[in-house]
């Protein structure tokens, strides 16, 4: 039997052929779905998909090639639920957030940001993150989901429009806006059956309350969005970081929560609502330490984010590098003031991770995601970072993976989410082989060998430049 390492160039070499029967023996193959672990596993790959997973003795004449993966750990490939291809993670990337236009125009950004597309993909993949769940941006973001579903190394794309929000962010408005305010429930309704010709994955409501915008005052129009999204059999997805419209979103029939309720801890009533509705839950934990971080030059990458992030956006997150007098306001208070910044990402933390676990308890389906592309939440590595977060908030090495894998899967929904996210017959073969078990100890997870994506196999090492 032929090595790993030997054996891969050859298989990429031959990869147009997806009738090649591939097959990867004496594994440990880990399947989150169902917490099951099988030792000394063999997974037959017919072109793009699992043929079958057996244990033991194998029949040599039904295998096809054998890739020798004794001591290995294969896993259903990674899937990020909350990404965003508008935005590059840079420090510019947001200027309605922090305006940084007198240093590099965003129309300049978001040239930049399409023409490093096939970039991005193949940082996700390196990652073993085989599937992501783009949750809104502006109408190019179909093509971005044509673009991926159309490239081999590229992550499979389930895509939102335009996010229906509550109110306005002009400095993102470049003619094609990522984040439209609708005003009223016929507006709404409008504005989804425009959408719908798109065939979106989701549909995605920014729910912002403020003095000005009271929670109240959106409510018809968020319920008037569903009703519409599901009349077209588009689920939604809603932006709800308040306790009172995580509630109302859930109860006009969101589908999916993404980010965690952080202003206060979750109570028996909000747990069984979710549980009644089956609601997703994305909690996004990393996201929310990311913007104070870096405006406040406290930024913490991990080794991951640092060897497979971007390093053209990785080197504009230092703000000392901006001159002074083109510093935003809001960041000049965080370097004024660093310590403050990091007591209000803790201050989160303490209320988001103690509900993240009460719902894991609960059995609320929680899916792992990491709203990629917000400044200094890096595409790709990110969601390492958020496997930390989520193993502070207690839960274990196993419901972790689960929340990658199979339960993201659900919230990726449609023909495609039904087949990735578990190893099994007819699944797509898009699969993560790592070098130590992430069971016992998280950190194994990004210790990645080789990451299968529709049944080709790139060995880890070949995957970025």
């Known amino acids: 039997m032929k090595t790993l390492t030997s054996f891969l160039l050859a298989v990429i070499a031959a990869t147009i052929v997806r009738a090649e029967k591939i097959s990867l023996v004496g594994a440990t193959v880990i399947n989150p779905v169902d917490g099951k672990v099988l030792p000394n596993a063999t997974i037959v790959i017919n072109g793009e998909k699992i043929e079958r997973v057996s244990m033991g003795k194998q029949d040599a004449a039904a295998l096809g090639k054998q890739i020798d993966c004794v001591g290995k750990f294969i896993l259903p490939g990674y899937i990020d639920t909350h990404v965003h291809f508008f935005q590059s993670a840079d420090l510019f990337t947001r ?18 940001i399409k023409s490093h597309l096939d970039d991005t993909f193949a940082r996700y993949i390196r990652c073993g993150i085989t599937s992501v769940v783009d949750v809104g941006g502006p109408i190019w973001n179909f093509e971005v989901r044509r673009k991926a579903n159309a490239t081999a190394k590229a992550p499979r794309v389930a895509v939102a429009g335009p996010l229906i929000s509550s109110i306005s962010r002009e400095k993102l408005d470049l003619g094609d806006p990522p984040i439209v305010k609708i005003d009223g429930p016929d507006q709404a309704r409008d504005f989804v059956k425009k959408l719908a010709e798109q065939k979106p994955d989701l549909v995605k409501i920014w729910y912002i309350v403020d003095k000005d915008h009271p929670v109240d005052a959106f409510r018809p129009t968020a319920r008037a969005t569903i009703e519409e999204s599901h009349a077209h059999k588009i689920r939604v997805a809603v932006h709800a970081t308040e306790s009172e419209t995580a509630r109302a979103a859930v109860e006009e029939g969101a589908d999916i929560l993404v980010h965690s309720v952080v202003d206060k801890p979750v109570d028996d009533a909000f747990v069984k609502l979710l549980k009644d509705h089956k609601t997703i839950l994305c909690p996004t934990l990393v996201v929310f330490e990311r913007y104070g971080r870096v405006f406040s030059h406290q930024l913490n990458l991990t080794p991951e984010e640092q060897k497979w992030g971007n390093p053209e956006v990785i080197a504009t997150l230092d703000v000392t590098k901006i001159p002074q007098d083109k510093l935003p306001d809001r960041v000049k208070a965080a370097l004024a003031d660093p310590k403050a910044a990091l007591d209000r990402i803790n201050k989160t933390y303490e209320v988001a991770l103690p509900n993240l676990k009460r719902l894991e308890d609960a059995g609320v389906t929680i899916a792992a995601g990491t709203d990629a592309g917000n400044i200094g939440t890096i595409h790709g590595p990110a969601l390492f970072r958020e496997f930390q977060l989520m193993k502070e908030a207690g839960l274990t090495n196993m419901q972790i993976l689960q929340c990658a894998t199979a339960n993201a899967a659900r919230l990726f929904g449609g023909e495609t989410g039904a087949r990735i996210g578990r190893i ?40 970025l430049p």
């Open 95 to 112: 200027p309605d957030g922090a305006d940084f236009n007198s240093v590099r125009p965003y129309k300049d950004e978001v040239a930049w």
């Open 424 to 463: 099994d017959n007819g699944c797509f073969a898009d699969l993560v082989i790592l070098k130590s078990n992430p069971v016992d100890d998280m950190a194994h997870a990004s210790d990645i060998d080789s990451v299968v994506k529709a049944g080709v196999i790139y060995p880890a090492d070949s995957i």
